[in-house]
T-cell receptor, first 111, second 114 residues
Framework: QKEVEQNSGPLSVPEGAIASLNCTYSDRGSQSFFWYRQYSGKSPELIMFIYSNGDKEDGRFTAQLNKASQYVSLLIRDSQPSDSATYLCAVTGNRDDKIIFGKGTRLHILP | SAVISQKPSRDICQRGTSLTIQCQVDSQVTMMFWYRQQPGQSLTLIATANQGSEATYESGFVIDKFPISRPNLTFSTLTVSNMSPEDSSIYLC???????????FGQGTRLTVV
């Protein structure tokens, strides 16, 4: 069974520091990787996606993918209190495959 | 990304009753997805709804319990039938994105069964 694993947290990070969120996945054939942010009581919001090994940067966010290690991470630079949320890692294989979500990591940015 | 409107946003229902959740998209999409997110848990796919065909259900979910309609390319409904407290959850409608891989979500329906 395909699985996506995340540390549930909470992960507490001081404001202005770098928050590092990690995710591992079991299906070596996975091809697309996503990070969603979910505020309490709200629906998930896509913030990053990555398909190729290496780093992908978008503003304060950097996604990192290592397919050999089956590992994907999200770095948030200059963390802000508004970044406090649950971050869901999601993985899919081919285009018609369903998306598998991790349970999410709760991030708390300390003012 | 598509704008997805889902309603109701929340409801409290008596056990044994049914609730129909509606999902409206501002553009035509081939596939629509229904997820459940139980407290403290991740998102679990219930079924995939394609226009003009029967929905495809994931393991553990059946049509009698979660009937789905997809009358056109912009609308779908999910019914939670014969509800029990175990059905208390957030139900989310989702559509695929431009690259047909990522998912975008409606606002969700928070269902409480008493």
């Amino acid at each position: 069974q395909k699985e996506v694993e995340q540390n549930s947290g909470p992960l507490s990070v001081p404001e202005g520091a770098i928050a590092s969120l990690n995710c591992t996945y079991s299906d070596r054939g996975s091809q697309s990787f996503f990070w969603y942010r979910q505020y309490s009581g709200k629906s998930p919001e896509l913030i990053m996606f990555i398909y190729s090994n290496g780093d992908k940067e978008d503003g304060r966010f950097t996604a990192q993918l290592n397919k050999a290690s089956q590992y994907v991470s999200l770095l948030i630079r200059d963390s802000q209190p508004s970044d406090s949320a649950t971050y869901l890692c999601a993985v899919t294989g081919n285009r018609d495959d369903k998306i598998i979500f991790g349970k999410g990591t709760r991030l708390h940015i300390l003012p | 990304s598509a704008v997805i409107s889902q309603k109701p946003s929340r409801d409290i229902c008596q056990r044994g009753t049914s609730l129909t959740i509606q999902c409206q998209v501002d553009s035509q999409v081939t596939m629509m997805f229904w997820y459940r997110q139980q407290p403290g848990q991740s998102l679990t796919l219930i079924a995939t709804a394609n226009q003009g065909s029967e929905a495809t259900y994931e393991s553990g979910f059946v049509i009698d319990k979660f009937p789905i309609s997809r009358p056109n390319l912009t609308f779908s409904t999910l019914t939670v039938s014969n509800m029990s407290p175990e059905d208390s959850s957030i139900y989310l409608c989702s559509v695929e994105g431009h690259w047909n891989t990522e998912a975008f979500f409606g606002q969700g329906t928070r269902l409480t069964v008493v």
